[in-house]
């Protein structure tokens, strides 16, 4: 490492958000320079990457038999491990070139709640897809420190962290967790609660793509004062032809009913087990919310009205854990106890 610091050959540092629906990369020093869907296409024959993120995405729900698009995490875990890996050579390659004599500082965030297992894979993955020394931290503490909450008081802070396959939520005090759930349950399976609607209702078949633009569109967590509507397109389930709907928000809440009390309940579960000093301070500087999910329409007028404490959406909350996990990359010392290192 002195040889490097003195010839200027230090190697880079590599923030990666790897969610179960979009992945995001932040290279120290420069920002955020990666933002693609979590979604790897291959042949199935040989099982050769032909198309990794936006790309990819467009093709779910339309390739030929020979090819197959697919996520490769599942509830914020590694589901397929060859996938994943080629991922984040992908990843790394595209952020640093191929050609680099000198491998990455690569930091990623995991579920709070994953097994030694899954931590092990995720490590391992990083270090096959080019990566000189890899670390993990919990993500409901990156969301935390990308929030700008301040962790290190000796107050409690609470952060629900609400991506594409896991509600994450934890209450930090004195720069670590003090107590924490992971569910799994999060915009996915809103995503799978409107289609099941949607067939159960209507007779209806649409994909995982149109259930997200409906979510996106019109979707509400609470019910609006003003109803939307959305025109969608599918396959009338009983004679298979193509067949065009109209639906309302207050559906859609009603589907995504049963999955958003899921996320609810995995709140009330932290406070119950929270201490009752730091309970206090939460109910004092209320919950913060972030990850892609949480930009919901009224999904924090949702936790407020359920919980009785202020919920309060962080500003990017998209952003909030890959520039967290940026955040603990250039201050490891600080960190260092809340990191796993392989």
Request: net charge negative; proline share 5%; aromatic share 4%.
């Amino acid at each position: 490492m002195d040889f490097l610091r003195i010839s200027g050959l230090l190697p880079k540092r590599i923030a990666i958000d790897l969610g179960t629906a979009n992945s995001l990369v932040f290279l120290v020093g420069q920002g955020i320079v990666l933002n693609e869907p979590t979604v790897v296409a291959i042949t199935t024959d040989d099982s050769k990457v032909v198309a990794v993120g936006h790309e990819a995405k467009e093709m779910l729900g339309r390739t030929p038999i020979n090819i197959t698009a697919s996520q490769p995490l599942k509830n914020g875990v590694i589901a397929d491990y060859v996938i994943t890996e080629a991922m984040l050579r992908y990843f790394v390659s595209k952020v640093i070139g191929s050609g680099r004599l000198i491998k990455p500082e690569v930091m990623l965030s995991v579920p709070a709640g994953v097994t030694d297992v899954e931590q092990r894979a995720v490590l391992d993955a990083a270090i096959s897809a080019g990566a000189r020394n890899a670390y993990i931290i919990p993500e409901p503490l990156a969301a935390a420190i990308g929030a700008n909450i301040p962790i290190a008081d000796a107050s409690g802070n609470m952060i629900v962290n609400i991506g594409g396959g896991t509600t994450e939520v934890a209450v930090i005090s004195l720069g670590g967790i003090v107590e924490m759930n992971s569910a799994r349950v999060a915009g996915n399976r809103l995503d799978e609660a409107i289609m099941s609607y949607v067939r159960r209702k209507y007779n209806l078949i649409i994909g995982e793509r149109t259930a997200e633009r409906i979510k996106i569109e019109i979707g509400s967590a609470v019910p609006l004062e003003e109803e939307l509507f959305i025109e969608i397109n599918g396959r009338e389930s009983i004679t298979g032809m193509p067949q065009t709907i109209q639906i309302s928000s207050r559906e859609v809440t009603e589907a995504m009913r049963a999955p958003l009390q899921d996320m609810v309940n995995a709140v009330k579960r932290v406070l119950e087990m929270t201490p009752p000093e730091l309970a206090s301070d939460v109910i004092d500087r209320g919950m913060v919310l972030s990850g892609g999910t949480s930009q919901l329409r009224g999904i924090d007028k949702l936790f407020t009205q359920t919980t009785g404490i202020p919920a309060h959406r962080a500003d990017e909350p998209l952003l909030c854990v890959v520039k967290g996990i940026a955040t603990a990359l250039e201050n490891m010392e600080v960190f260092k106890k809340n990191l796993t290192k392989r």
